[in-house]
């Protein structure tokens, strides 16, 4: 089964930078889409990025345009989030996902998922 682990989260203070890795062991990322999801307290899960298999086509959530690119390296096999310019509404736990099709907003249709890791923007 795959297995995905996050890393790279921590505080940054407001207009900072984070760069977020999504990496694989055992199976290649490669014929997968990669999806970033985040999760503030209280809130629902909501998809921040999506990058089909190829890695030339992306979307992304209108709160992040702009100032999140999300990228894949598969001769690392690793998918990364660069997150620019920070705002204290980012805080949440992200996590990476692959569903077994295409990139998706909805959440339920990933049957992969990674353990998350805590990203928090404040002052």
């Known amino acids: 089964q795959l297995q995905l682990v996050e890393s790279g989260g921590g505080l940054v203070q407001p207009g900072g930078s984070l760069r977020l890795s999504c990496a694989a062991s055992?199976?290649?990322?490669?014929?997968?889409?990669i999806a970033w999801f985040r999760q503030a307290p209280g809130k629902e899960r909501e998809g921040v990025s999506c990058?089909?298999?190829?890695?030339?086509?992306?979307n992304y959530a209108d709160s992040v345009k702009g100032r999140f690119t999300i990228s894949r390296d598969n001769a690392k096999n690793t998918v990364y989030l660069q997150m620019n310019n920070l705002k204290p509404e980012d805080t949440a736990i992200y996590y990476c996902?692959?569903?077994?099709?295409?990139?998706?907003?909805?959440?339920?249709?990933?049957?992969?998922w990674g353990q998350g890791t805590q990203v928090t923007v404040s002052s």
């Open positions: 055992r199976f290649t990322l490669t014929p997968y889409a």
């Open positions: 990058i089909r298999p190829g890695g030339a086509s992306a």
């Open positions: 996902a692959a569903p077994r099709g295409g990139c998706s907003e909805n959440a339920d249709i990933y049957p992969y």
